[in-house]
Structure formats: C-alpha cells, structure tokens
C-alpha cells in the first residue's frame, strides 16, 4: 500500500512538471502554429491549428527582413566578439594569475568592480565618443565594444580557474625553450578548454541576442543584427500577423537547430559560470 | 616563476598578454563611465559641437524629474516583485527536476528554452498572446478578465510585464538552483535521513541553508536583469499605454536619444547607476552572513 501512495504521489508530481513544461513552451509552439496560417485564420481563431500550410508568410518575412544579410551579421559579429573575449581574456588571466604583482591585484580590482556598472551609464558617453570619431554605424565597432563590455567577467571566470593549474606543468615547457606565448597557446589553452566552453556559452546568448547597443551603434539597415532586423520588421508590419508571425520563427530558428545540438553544453556553461 | 631578463621583454610580454583585453576595456567601459560623469554637468543636445558647462543643474533637474521618479518607483515595484517570483518559481522547479523523475533533462531543456531568445523576439510573441490568444479565449470562454486586451490597461500591462519576465527567467535561474541542489553533499543527507529526518525538515534545516550562495547569484542577477530591463520593455508595451509601463532604463533611453537631453539623460542614468550599486552590494553584503559551511 505504501509503494502504491508513493506511486501516486510519483505521477501526481510528474504530472504537475508536464503542466508547468506545457505553459513554459506554449507560446512557441502558439508562434510556430500562427505562422503557417493565413491573417483572417490568425485573428478569428489564433488557438486553431493551420488548415494549409501558407508558406508566403515566410517568403514574404525572409525578404523583407533582409534575413540573409541579418543573419550573416549577428553570425559574424557573434562569432568574432566570442572567439577574440575569450581568447584575449584568458591571456590577460594567465598572466594576472602568473604575475601576482601589486599593480596587477589592482588592474583585476579595476574589472571586477567594474562588472556593477549598468550598460545604461555608459551608453550615451560611448555614443557620443565614438560618434566624434566617426566609428558607428560599423559592425567592427560593434564587435570591438562588445570585446571591451565582456572582458571583464570572463578574466574573472578564467582567472578562477587557472589559479587551480599546477605551475609545474608551464615551468617545465618554460625551460625547455618555449616562448611565453608558445607556452600558452600550447600548454595552457588547452587546459583551459571546459572553462573557454562556459565563456562562449555565456556570450553567445548574450551577443547574439542583445538589441540596446546594436541599435545604437548600428544604423543603416545593411549593418543590422537579427534582433535589429526583427525589431523593425515587426514595428512597420503591425497588421499583417501571418509573416510577422513567420519573421519571428525564422529568428528563433537558429537558436533552437543549435539548441538541439549543444543543449547538454548550454546548460552545463552557465551552471559552471554561475558557481564562480 | 621565471621572469625575463631586462625591462624591454617585460614590457613587451605585459602587452601581448593583457593590452588587447585593457584597452578594450579602458576605452569601452572605464573612459565613457569617466566622460559620462562629466556630461553630467553639461548641457549637450546631441547636434551642438560644443556644449557649455551647467554644474548641478542636471541634478535638480533630476529631483524635478517627476517623471523620472515615477518610473523608477514603477521598476522598484516590478524589481520586487519579479525577483521574488522568479526565484521562488526557479527553486521549485530546480527541486523538481532534480528528484529523479525520468527525463530530467528534457523537463530541464524546456524551461530553459526561453533564455537562448532575446528580449525582443519574446516580447513581440507575447504581444500576439495578449492583444489576439487571450482576448480570443476570453471572449469564446467568457472570461471577463481576459476580455480586453491587458496591454491596453495600465495596471494590467504591468502584470504583463512581470509574468514574461518570471517566464523567461525562471529557467536560467532553475540552472544556477540545480547546481546548487547538486553540491549538498550526500553524506549530510544521508546521515539526516538515518537519523529520522523528515524531507521537509531536511529541506528546511540542511538544503536552504547550503544553498544561500545560490540565492545570493540568483538575486544578485535578477536584481540587476531587473532594474535594467529595456528590450521586453519596448517591445512588449513600448511603454505604454501612456507612459504607464515605462521602466526607468527606458526612460533615460527617450530622454537622452529622443528628447535629445543627453545631460539630463546621463545624470539620471548615473543617478540611477548609485542607486543600483548600492542595493546589489547591500544584497550581497547581507546575504554573505547568512552563508554556512557543510
């Protein structure tokens, strides 16, 4: 009798999680649904599955977002910002952590704290900074200002994780002739592979989604991000809900074919950034 | 450690291994903070080459900003309340998934699944729920709650506002919580659980009070997603209607670029900046003497 309470009390809890997971994913298959069906089917029964698949909704979308142009910013610009963070923090952390001098306690001091200022008390010195020297309205920019916002947490999270690697092994590559910069590239980097993963994981979902310094920084359409492409998608199309709806899945498509493949990589980087 | 003979090759290895990293740093985030305290005492209009020196007059400004004050009281309000919900969501759906029901890590992927989309994308798919779903179903259902839209009532719109937020964070705060969960060492358990201990009691006498470094990530995290909230903010209400939903980052936002008072803007957004600083490191603070040891 017990084992059959504890049954019970077993499927009552799984069925509580199914509920819960239905509510937390029924607005994407609700997107998903609307956005193969017709504008006069969406808005007198949003909740009915499609009756013919109206592939036009994303036709139309994919044109007049300019999705390959956008695409192929937000990837340039997410994969450059995340590749060089990465690999210019975990040099600056090495070297942190290798060269424990005074100066240096107070350049990592410096980042750290600076980790508490909001983007919003910096966004209209920068614009108007770099505005004077005529560097917006470039992706280069984009990717340089995203290297300097997003060092600052990964020295940290890196230089976490190196104070924990024997020295021995760098000494030992040391003596025998290899360079500073031979050593890192070929002992320590590779060491530092599980914590570069939590790194990228953590950027990535914060490059490739940012809207606020994309649209200041970048203002001519062919520069625009995906973010930036939906934003205006969605604000001069507000009556025609089929490729509306058809722009956004094509927006989040990417994310989740990626999802699919790396989800265990997903979740494990930002358990580990968050034990940091 | 060995250290390189003589000055230059010092130097030169300090700027191969942290000038990239510095200057960026130094010329993206530590020098416009610098600038922007001094734009603070001007009176740039954004198309002016020059602009003159004001003193304080950015900051009273600031105290007569009425506006300004109301929507920091409004993003006080949904700070609160959303950091309280989602964490308190977050927790339970940490513990559930982590009591060994079978596909945990599908129940996992799935409340994580809105954290990989932007702000953006999320607020304009939940704009199509409120304006057309549930005025839809509280017309066919006869649901007079849900019979208008909800984005187009000033309270309501609020409440919009904190149910996507809790939505879209929860998961990534359920995350941090399972990581948590999982350190409590087994043998503590165990040994509790030999000893008689009820599952509430071991919840509440040894899992809370280990776990008070993940409340305190969490917190800290949603405190701050919290007050600078802008992307679900534009694109879920604009602000609206009238005014009523406009979080205090999206207010410095439209004063600076849209009402082209960039001096006013960047007083309240420094303003706003001590403000935050003070509650996170207070958080922090306090949370760091309720820490236990296993």
């Keep these: 009798m017990m084992a059959g309470q504890s049954r019970m009390l077993g499927m009552a809890k799984l069925c509580s999680l199914i509920v819960a997971m239905i509510v937390f994913i029924f607005p994407f298959l609700l997107l998903i649904s609307n956005s193969f069906k017709a504008n006069q089917a969406i808005t007198s029964d949003p909740l009915g599955l499609p009756a013919s698949f109206q592939w036009d909704n994303y036709v139309s979308a994919f044109d007049k977002m300019g999705y390959i142009s956008a695409f192929g910013n937000s990837l340039l610009i997410t994969v450059l910002g995340v590749v060089l963070i990465a690999l210019f923090a975990a040099m600056t952390a090495h070297y942190f952590v290798r060269h424990n001098s005074k100066l240096n306690q107070y350049l990592f001091f410096l980042m750290v704290a600076a980790m508490i200022i909001p983007f919003q008390a910096i966004m209209i010195p920068l614009v108007k900074i770099y505005g004077s020297l005529s560097l917006l309205d470039n992706k280069w920019s984009l990717i340089y200002m995203y290297i300097g916002f997003g060092s600052p947490l990964a020295v940290f999270i890196y230089h976490g994780f190196i104070k924990s690697i024997p020295l021995e092994l760098e000494e030992a590559a040391l003596m025998d002739g290899c360079g500073r910069v031979q050593t890192f590239f070929r002992i320590v980097l590779p060491v530092l592979l599980p914590t570069s993963v939590t790194i990228a994981v953590l950027n990535v979902l914060w490059i490739w989604n940012d809207f606020l310094l994309p649209s200041l920084v970048l203002t001519s359409s062919e520069q625009r991000t995906l973010p930036l492409s939906t934003f205006y998608f969605y604000g001069t199309y507000t009556v025609d809900y089929g490729p509306l709806m058809a722009g956004l899945v094509l927006t989040l498509l990417p994310v989740l074919v990626v999802y699919l493949f790396a989800q265990k990589y997903i979740i494990q980087g930002v358990m580990q950034g968050s034990i940091k | ?294």
């Design chain 2, 1 to 294: 450690m060995l250290t390189e003979k003589g000055l230059w090759a010092r130097l030169r290895t300090r700027l191969i291994f942290t000038g990239p990293t510095l200057f960026a740093f130094g010329t993206v985030m530590i020098i416009p903070f610098l600038y922007g305290i001094y734009l603070t005492f001007t009176n740039w209009d954004g198309i002016a080459v020059e602009q003159s020196l004001v003193g304080w007059d950015n900051y009273i400004g600031v105290f007569k900003d009425t506006v300004f004050w109301k929507s920091f009281v409004m993003t006080l309000e949904y700070v609160f309340i959303t950091v309280v919900l989602t964490n308190a969501v977050a927790f339970l759906l940490a513990y559930a998934v982590t009591r060994g029901i079978k596909a945990q890590g599908l129940f996992r992927a799935g409340f994580f699944l809105p954290n990989l989309v932007g702000g953006i994308v999320l607020g304009f798919i939940w704009q199509f729920i409120f304006n057309q779903v549930f005025v839809f179903a509280g017309q066919k259902m006869n649901l007079p709650l849900f019979q208008a839209s909800w984005l187009a009532d000033p309270d309501k719109a609020f409440w919009a506002l904190v149910i996507v937020t809790v939505w879209q964070y929860a998961g990534y705060m359920m995350v941090i919580y399972i990581a948590g969960l999982m350190n409590v060492p087994k043998d503590v358990m165990e040994a509790a659980s030999i000893d008689g201990a009820s599952n509430r009691r071991m919840l509440g006498r040894i899992v809370l009070p280990l776990m008070v470094p993940s409340f305190i990530v969490c917190i800290f995290l949603s405190l701050q997603r919290g007050f600078m909230v802008y992307d679900l903010n534009v694109s879920l209400t604009s602000g609206g209607p009238f005014k009523s939903t406009e979080m205090v980052s999206m207010h410095v936002y439209e004063q600076a670029f849209l009402a082209r008072d960039y001096g006013l803007g960047q007083a309240e957004a420094f303003v706003l900046f001590i403000l935050v600083a003070t509650i996170t490191l207070l958080q922090v603070y306090f949370s760091k003497k309720l820490e236990v040891e296993a």
